[in-house]
Antibody, heavy 117, light 106 residues
Framework: EVQLVESGGGLVQPGGSLRLSCAAS????????MHWVRQAPGKGLLWVSR???????IYADSVKGRFTISRDSAKNTLYLQMNSLRGEDTAIYYC???????????WGQGALVTVSS | QSALTQPPSASGSPGQSVTISCTGT??????VSWYQQHPGKAPKIMIY???ERPSGVPDRISGSKSGSTASLTVSGLQAEDEADYYC?????????FGGGTRLTVL
């Protein structure tokens, strides 16, 4: 079964750092475009970042310079390193696999990140 | 920036059909997808490439596009269809989502 499982969420103070993990099973993560998408409480979906199979990376302007996407092929895991966190980064963070022309399936269950003092 | 605009809400009675619009999509590609999200759950793909249904999605769910407006139609409304629906597109290397439409089954 193709599955994504996020971990690493939690409460962090403004200015702090957190690393999210997204463990893939049922497929080889490094052969797919992989994305991070977030959803603030009660709000809509917002795309955060993506990594291509070749390692090409793009970030949304709101996280550029603060967040870093990476992967460990041996562990079949995607990461999102989040630094200089702000209150507006509070959200559920989902990882998702892109299929075909940039449609996402499956999605992970999400990891809640709360930035608060 | 590719802003996608959806109505905040839509509703219909069981058995009826409801259409949700998404304006701002590119008229030059078919990179439009739709996601369903139930409260507390992760989004689920319903439609990709404007009108294609992944396996497991019922055929009463359909998508279309005219110019820069994409649409999702849910026919034969059922209680389980009550959820938030998001359109999405891809442009300039970035992915964009609409603001979401809450579908209420009356």
């Amino acid at each position: 079964e193709v599955q994504l499982v996020e971990s690493g969420g939690g409460l962090v103070q403004p200015g702090g750092s957190l690393r999210l993990s997204c463990a893939a099973s049922g497929f080889t993560l490094s052969t797919y475009w992989m994305h991070w998408v977030r959803q603030a409480p009660g709000k809509g979906l917002l795309w955060v970042s993506r990594m291509s199979p070749a390692g090409s990376i793009i970030y949304a302007d709101s996280v550029k310079g603060r967040f870093t996407i990476s992967r460990d092929s041996a562990k079949n895991t995607l990461y999102l390193q989040m630094n200089s966190l702000r209150g507006e980064d509070t959200a559920i963070y989902y990882c998702a696999r892109a299929a075909g022309n940039n449609w996402f399936n499956p999605w992970g269950q999400g990891a809640l990140v709360t930035v608060s003092s | 920036q590719s802003a996608l605009t959806q109505p905040p809400s839509a509703s219909g009675s069981p058995g009826q059909s409801v259409t949700i619009s998404c304006t701002g999509t590119s008229s030059e590609n078919n990179y439009v997808s739709w996601y369903q999200q139930h409260p507390g759950k992760a989004p689920k793909i319903m439609i990709y490439e404007v009108s294609e249904r992944p396996s497991g999605v019922p055929d009463r769910i359909s998508g279309s596009k005219s110019g820069s407006t994409a649409s999702l139609t849910v026919s034969g409304l059922q209680a389980e269809d009550e959820a938030d629906y998001y359109c999405s597109t891809y442009a300039g290397g970035n992915t964009f989502f609409g603001g979401g439409t809450r579908l209420t089954v009356l």
